[in-house]
Nanobody, 126 residues
Framework: QVQLVESGGGLVQAGGSLRLSCAAS????????MGWFRQAPGKEREFVGA?????????VYADSVKGRFTISRDNAKNTVDLQMNSLKPEDTAVYYC??????????????????WGQGTQVTVSS
């Protein structure tokens, strides 16, 4: 059974940091593009960042998090982390890890991902 399980969410004050982790099981994800998305109440799920499988490990980020968030992956452990620094109240959302077996696709589109985690809540207080 393929599973992605996120952990590390919680409550943090503005300006603080959190590190989310996504543990994959059931198959090897080292060749997949691993993405992070988030969804705030009443809003659509939005792209946060991705570690792209066909670009030598290149990472891309949404403009809203660029310079503050960093994705790292450990293929030996089948994990991908999202380090979030300088958090803002507008970062409050449920954060989802996702995996895509596709190549050369639009990584910003959630519909292009094959596997999803259950999500972890991140709340940033002002």
């Amino acid at each position: 059974q393929v599973q992605l399980v996120e952990s590390g969410g919680g409550l943090v004050q503005a300006g603080g940091s959190l590190r989310l982790s996504c543990a994959a099981s059931g198959r090897t994800f080292s060749s997949d593009t691993m993405g992070w998305f988030r969804q705030a109440p009443g809003k659509e799920r939005e792209f946060v960042g991705a570690a792209i499988n066909w670009s030598g490990g290149n990472t891309v980020y949404a403009d809203s998090v660029k310079g503050r968030f960093t994705i790292s992956r450990d293929n030996a452990k089948n994990t991908v982390d999202l380090q979030m620094n300088s958090l803002k109240p507008e970062d409050t959302a449920v954060y989802y890890c996702a995996a895509s077996v596709r190549r050369f696709f639009n990584v910003y589109t959630s519909g292009n991902y094959n596997y999803w985690g259950q999500g972890t809540q991140v709340t940033v207080s002002s």
